[in-house]
């Protein structure tokens, strides 16, 4: 007998009972589908952070003040000091202070994040301006309420209408627009494209907040990033005493914490993944078991006619293996569609991953066989007199 | 055809040791028709599944066929039904998801036959019985005498040596039964060799010759007219 006999004998079987087996293959395609959407949305999610960063640039060096009450706080101007010293490794410095604020514009207003900073930040975000112009180090000097607006606040508050010249306001202080940014990411929420840029003297009196935490320096080429750190480190444990008082940090150097994570991520979803398509296998199993009673003389007559011990196997074996090959594809498609959806609803970009496709399917088949074989086996044991009296 | 010698099964039920067939030789020569007739417990069944080499004896020898099957391992003895035996039961036993077209190609779709070659000897073994209309027909769809009849096709359709029957008429009603018996009688005329169990002496006395056997014992051995 060859297998495209047993193959036709198990299709028969179980389109005979399409009910069950689609219950049955039910587990294999949750199994299946939950596996390929949750890797794709790890890799979507890891993907966008990772963009992220990469678009900063792998030549920014981030510092961040941490430590508090100490007895004295570095100031903008002694880095500003520190920059020029190192003008040859240090292309540009900005501080950095943010806070979110209901912007208001007329009847208009737009939740968003508000930055305090200088005019090196453009450098800095590689975000030129497509109207108008930047804050400058004038503005800063003056305290001058102006403010540069992302495309998504420019179209919430002020559509299609030209807003350089108009006032926004926040918290009641009046700011005037003096440039529009680049649109960078599509005008997309919680993107570039939604942030106010204001000079930091007015952001400090905007957020009441005259300590600043937060500065990037440009390393004027990838190969100064280290010595910039160095010498960054070196300076800022001069002036606090101690390297627990503030952390230096590179978008490479984040780049590689943020794989480790990712791969941690992975790891714990291709777990789940063994978890729930084990938990499918167990359903298979179980339901064989029910099937292999039932047409206990069934395997008794083919038995009594001539069929072997390796007959029934693959009977039983085949029909276990098309029932999570079925499974698997229909939890292939549904995933498949989870992940287009999930991209098209935007919340994390489309990661279709061909490696994970194949081997949840194959895990799925790989299931099949391991949790076929018992409930198979058994059939094929069963003694032809016990089996044909089996009512 | 058959040379049965010494043929015992024994054993064992709680503590006692059941001697269902105890000390039985035969020889049943190629084109008879025999029956086996007996009451219940009598051994009759233990001996239809040894001749059926749905199970071994625990001595003696069996030789069917010219071939000694009585040491012969799972896979052989299934090969053995396969080629050599073909069976009828008394429930019919059919598979009931196939089709009677289906149901009597199953014994060559064990013996590795050509899907062509299978399908124009059961197509021929249906229309032996009388049920070449019938083929496509799902067991449920078919009367009792109709079911045993391709139950009988499919016992036919490898050609077998030996043709077995256990109470091939108990769950018909006389009329069909007597059909079948004549389908038997028929078959028998052609050249088969048949061996029909039974409990029912009328059934039994329509053979050759009949076989009377008793607490696993052969009693009697006669010739019918």
């Given at each position: 007998m060859g297998v495209w006999q047993a193959f036709r004998m198990a299709v028969k079987s179980i389109r005979s009972n399409k009910v069950r087996s689609f219950l049955t293959m039910l587990g294999v395609i949750i199994g299946v589908g939950a596996v390929i959407t949750a890797v794709a949305f790890a890799q979507g999610s890891t993907k966008q952070i990772t963009d992220r960063i990469s678009a900063l640039g792998t030549e920014l060096v981030q510092v961040s003040i941490t430590g508090r009450n100490t007895n004295r706080d570095i100031t903008l101007k002694e880095l500003e000091e520190f920059t020029l010293e190192n003008e040859q490794k240090i292309a540009a410095m900005s501080p950095l202070i943010s806070s979110q604020y209901t912007v208001k514009a007329g009847r208009n207003s737009v939740d968003t994040s508000v930055k305090g900073t200088t005019y090196d930040y453009s450098k800095i975000s590689k975000q030129d301006i497509a109207a108008g112009r930047y804050i400058s180090d004038i503005d800063n000097e003056y305290r001058q309420k102006v403010a540069v607006i992302?495309?998504?606040?420019?179209?919430?508050?002020?559509?299609?209408?030209?807003?350089l010249g108009k006032t926004i306001k926040m918290e009641s202080q009046i700011f005037v627009v003096v440039g529009v940014l680049d649109e960078l990411n599509q005008g997309q929420q919680g993107t570039s494209d939604d942030q106010v840029i204001i000079p930091i003297t007015a952001a400090q009196r905007l957020m009441k907040n005259t300590s600043i935490r937060n500065y990037s320096?440009?390393?004027?080429?990838?190969e100064d990033v280290d010595s910039v750190m160095d010498v960054l480190t070196e300076y800022l444990t001069g002036v606090y005493g101690s390297s627990d008082m503030f952390r230096i940090n590179n978008a490479a150097q984040t780049l590689d914490t943020l794989s480790s994570v990712t791969d941690t991520m992975m790891t714990v979803l291709g777990g789940i993944a063994a978890i729930s398509l084990?938990?499918?296998?167990?359903?298979?199993?179980?339901?064989?078991?029910?099937?292999v009673t039932e047409r206990t003389r069934e395997i008794g007559i083919r038995k009594a006619i001539g069929?072997?011990?390796?007959?029934?196997?693959?009977?039983?074996?085949?029909?276990?293996?098309?029932?999570?090959?079925?499974?698997?594809?229909?939890?292939?498609?549904?995933?498949?569609?989870?992940i287009w959806l999930i991209g098209k609803i935007g919340i994390v970009p489309a990661v279709y991953s061909p490696l994970w496709m194949i081997l949840a399917f194959g895990i799925s088949l790989l299931v099949g066989v391991v949790f076929g074989m018992f409930p198979a086996n058994k059939a094929s044991r069963l003694n032809p007199i016990t089996a044909l009296r089996h009512e | 055809m058959i040379r049965i010698q010494e043929l015992k099964k024994h054993y064992l039920m709680g503590d006692s040791l059941v001697k269902a067939l105890d000390g039985v030789s035969l020889h049943i020569?190629?084109?008879?028709?025999?029956?086996?007739?007996?009451?219940?417990?009598?051994?009759?069944?233990?001996?239809m599944n040894?001749?059926?080499?749905?199970?071994?004896?625990?001595?003696?020898?069996?030789?069917?066929?010219?071939?000694?099957?009585?040491?012969?391992?799972?896979?052989?003895?299934?090969?053995?039904?396969?080629?050599?035996?073909?069976?009828?039961?008394?429930?019919f036993n059919l598979v009931s998801k196939l089709t009677a077209l289906e149901n009597v190609e199953l014994p060559l779709i064990y013996s590795g036959c050509?899907?062509?070659?299978?399908?124009?000897?059961?197509?021929?073994?249906?229309?032996k019985v009388g049920l070449g209309n019938r083929l496509n027909h799902l067991p449920t769809e078919l009367s009792g005498g109709q079911q045993q009849r391709?139950?009988?096709?499919?016992?036919?359709?490898?050609n077998p040596p030996l043709i077995l029957a256990d109470e091939p008429t108990g769950n018909l009603d006389s009329h069909s039964g007597q059909e079948i018996m004549q389908l038997f009688k028929d078959l028998h005329n052609l050249g088969n060799t048949i061996v029909l169990i039974t409990h029912d002496n009328s059934v039994a006395n329509q053979a050759q010759r009949v076989l009377r056997i008793l607490d696993g014992q052969i009693v009697e051995d006669k010739e019918v007219s």
């Amino acid at each position: 007998m060859g297998v495209w006999q047993a193959f036709r004998m198990a299709v028969k079987s179980i389109r005979s009972n399409k009910v069950r087996s689609f219950l049955t293959m039910l587990g294999v395609i949750i199994g299946v589908g939950a596996v390929i959407t949750a890797v794709a949305f790890a890799q979507g999610s890891t993907k966008q952070i990772t963009d992220r960063i990469s678009a900063l640039g792998t030549e920014l060096v981030q510092v961040s003040i941490t430590g508090r009450n100490t007895n004295r706080d570095i100031t903008l101007k002694e880095l500003e000091e520190f920059t020029l010293e190192n003008e040859q490794k240090i292309a540009a410095m900005s501080p950095l202070i943010s806070s979110q604020y209901t912007v208001k514009a007329g009847r208009n207003s737009v939740d968003t994040s508000v930055k305090g900073t200088t005019y090196d930040y453009s450098k800095i975000s590689k975000q030129d301006i497509a109207a108008g112009r930047y804050i400058s180090d004038i503005d800063n000097e003056y305290r001058q309420k102006v403010a540069v607006i992302g495309s998504r606040v420019k179209d919430e508050l002020f559509g299609e209408e030209d807003p350089l010249g108009k006032t926004i306001k926040m918290e009641s202080q009046i700011f005037v627009v003096v440039g529009v940014l680049d649109e960078l990411n599509q005008g997309q929420q919680g993107t570039s494209d939604d942030q106010v840029i204001i000079p930091i003297t007015a952001a400090q009196r905007l957020m009441k907040n005259t300590s600043i935490r937060n500065y990037s320096f440009l390393a004027a080429s990838a190969e100064d990033v280290d010595s910039v750190m160095d010498v960054l480190t070196e300076y800022l444990t001069g002036v606090y005493g101690s390297s627990d008082m503030f952390r230096i940090n590179n978008a490479a150097q984040t780049l590689d914490t943020l794989s480790s994570v990712t791969d941690t991520m992975m790891t714990v979803l291709g777990g789940i993944a063994a978890i729930s398509l084990l938990v499918g296998g167990i359903g298979i199993m179980n339901i064989m078991l029910v099937s292999v009673t039932e047409r206990t003389r069934e395997i008794g007559i083919r038995k009594a006619i001539g069929a072997k011990r390796r007959n029934i196997l693959a009977q039983f074996l085949i029909e276990a293996l098309i029932v999570t090959g079925i499974g698997g594809m229909i939890g292939l498609l549904l995933g498949t569609s989870a992940i287009w959806l999930i991209g098209k609803i935007g919340i994390v970009p489309a990661v279709y991953s061909p490696l994970w496709m194949i081997l949840a399917f194959g895990i799925s088949l790989l299931v099949g066989v391991v949790f076929g074989m018992f409930p198979a086996n058994k059939a094929s044991r069963l003694n032809p007199i016990t089996a044909l009296r089996h009512e | 055809m058959i040379r049965i010698q010494e043929l015992k099964k024994h054993y064992l039920m709680g503590d006692s040791l059941v001697k269902a067939l105890d000390g039985v030789s035969l020889h049943i020569p190629p084109e008879s028709f025999v029956s086996i007739v007996g009451p219940s417990g009598s051994g009759k069944s233990t001996l239809m599944n040894l001749l059926g080499c749905l199970d071994t004896p625990s001595s003696g020898s069996y030789k069917l066929d010219g071939i000694e099957v009585s040491s012969l391992n799972d896979n052989q003895l299934a090969e053995i039904r396969n080629t050599k035996i073909g069976f009828i039961f008394q429930g019919f036993n059919l598979v009931s998801k196939l089709t009677a077209l289906e149901n009597v190609e199953l014994p060559l779709i064990y013996s590795g036959c050509s899907a062509k070659e299978r399908l124009s000897r059961a197509k021929e073994a249906l229309a032996k019985v009388g049920l070449g209309n019938r083929l496509n027909h799902l067991p449920t769809e078919l009367s009792g005498g109709q079911q045993q009849r391709v139950a009988i096709a499919r016992a036919l359709v490898s050609n077998p040596p030996l043709i077995l029957a256990d109470e091939p008429t108990g769950n018909l009603d006389s009329h069909s039964g007597q059909e079948i018996m004549q389908l038997f009688k028929d078959l028998h005329n052609l050249g088969n060799t048949i061996v029909l169990i039974t409990h029912d002496n009328s059934v039994a006395n329509q053979a050759q010759r009949v076989l009377r056997i008793l607490d696993g014992q052969i009693v009697e051995d006669k010739e019918v007219s």
